[in-house]
């Protein structure tokens, strides 16, 4: 069955440098890939999508890789701030039909001063 | 901006009792969804729908039901609440072929 990996445990690091999360799916190649951060107690919040011929995309602060090969995409906050602090969910539409999405369990991220 | 509201932030109900949980979509959206969060489960699928009147099963749908009147409302409703049903409640709604999801602000329900 389809399945998306986020790292569990929470990401700590300082204020100021680069933070990586990783999501890792299996058997399945999707179209496009979706990253969302969810504050506590709120909803999830659209922040990228990426396409499967794209390899990089970029907004701001924000950067998103996708390798298909791999099965990998890679959610970087460069500069990073304790705003940026939240839980970051990766999403993949198995059913191709652009539909339905499922998500990662999501990554924990706290920026400290 | 899309807007995506609940009809409650918080409830508490007892066992047994019948519960309706309301989301309003004001982007004229063709699907909704309702959702569930668990800790270290995190987003479970209940039930979506892709028009009026239409519902799919998602990964959870048992205990749960659902209804899509109006195109902009749609309702999931706990027939009989039991104390497994706690939890943070999150409606969705999208358009187009890409699926980007709306969510309102969620429902943290509590069954006694």
């Known amino acids: 069955s389809q399945k998306i990996e986020q790292n569990s445990e929470a990401l700590n690091i300082q204020e100021g440098k680069t933070a990586t999360l990783t999501c890792n799916y299996t058997n399945y190649s999707p179209a496009y890939l979706q990253w969302y951060r969810q504050d506590p107690g709120r909803g999830p919040v659209f922040l990228l999508l990426i396409r499967e011929n794209e390899k990089e995309k970029r907004k701001e602060r924000l950067k998103v890789t996708f390798d298909t090969t791999l099965k990998q995409s890679l959610f970087h906050i460069t500069a990073s701030q304790p705003a940026d602090s939240a839980t970051y969910l990766c999403?993949?539409?198995?059913?191709?039909?652009?539909?339905?999405?499922?998500f990662g369990t999501g990554t924990q991220l706290k920026v400290e001063l | 901006d899309v807007k995506v509201t609940q009809s409650s932030r918080y409830l508490v109900k007892r066992t047994g009792e019948k519960v309706f949980l309301e989301c309003v979509q004001d982007m004229d959206h063709e699907n909704m969804f309702w959702y569930r969060q668990d800790p270290g489960l995190g987003l479970r699928l209940i039930y979506f729908s892709y028009d009026v009147k239409m519902k799919e099963k998602g990964d959870i749908p048992e205990g749960y039901s659902v209804s899509r009147e109006k195109k902009e409302r749609f309702s999931l409703i706990l027939e009989s609440a039991s104390t497994n049903q706690t939890s943070m409640y999150l409606c969705?709604?999208?358009?187009?072929?890409?699926?980007?999801?709306?969510f309102g602000p969620g429902t943290r329900l509590l069954v006694l």
């Open positions: 999403a993949l539409d198995f059913t191709g039909g652009g539909n339905k999405l499922t």
């Open positions: 969705a709604s999208s358009t187009g072929d890409l699926g980007t999801q709306y």
